[in-house]
């Protein structure tokens, strides 16, 4: 069984920056992808980035350039640096986290990204 664990959610003006965490944590697993999604108000959720255990990343469009994706696997954390902050960011952030490519996911409890002035 594996727990992910998000923290960082804030309230932040427009152009700003946040850095979220996602901590797992569990025994007998391996990892090949960890992802972060975000849910805005009367929205879907969407799959915002994603990193696979080979280091490879990608993005949804409107965060290329803005947000970036890391992992610390001595810590079993994966971040999401997220700088140039827009109105249209605020949401819910989830980590999820797979095993295989067509595993079912893990989900964090999620985190508040509110950008606003």
């Known amino acids: 069984q594996v727990q992910l664990v998000e923290s960082g959610g804030d309230l932040v003006q427009p152009g700003g920056s946040l850095r979220l965490s996602c901590k797992g944590s569990?025994?007998?697993?391996?990892?090949?992808?960890r992802h972060w999604y975000r849910q805005a108000p009367g929205k879907q959720r969407e799959l915002v980035a994603t990193?696979?255990?080979?280091?490879?990343?990608n993005y949804i469009d409107t965060v290329k350039g803005r947000f970036t994706i890391s992992r610390d696997n001595a810590k079993n954390t994966v971040y999401l640096q997220m700088n140039s902050l827009k109105p249209e960011d605020t949401g819910v952030y989830y980590c999820?986290?797979?095993?295989?490519?067509?595993?079912?996911?893990?989900w964090g409890q999620g985190t508040q990204v509110t950008v606003s002035s």
């Open positions: 569990g025994s007998g697993f391996s990892i090949y992808s």
């Open positions: 999820s986290a797979r095993e295989c490519r067509n595993c079912p996911a893990y």
């Open positions: 990193i696979i255990n080979d280091g490879s990343t």
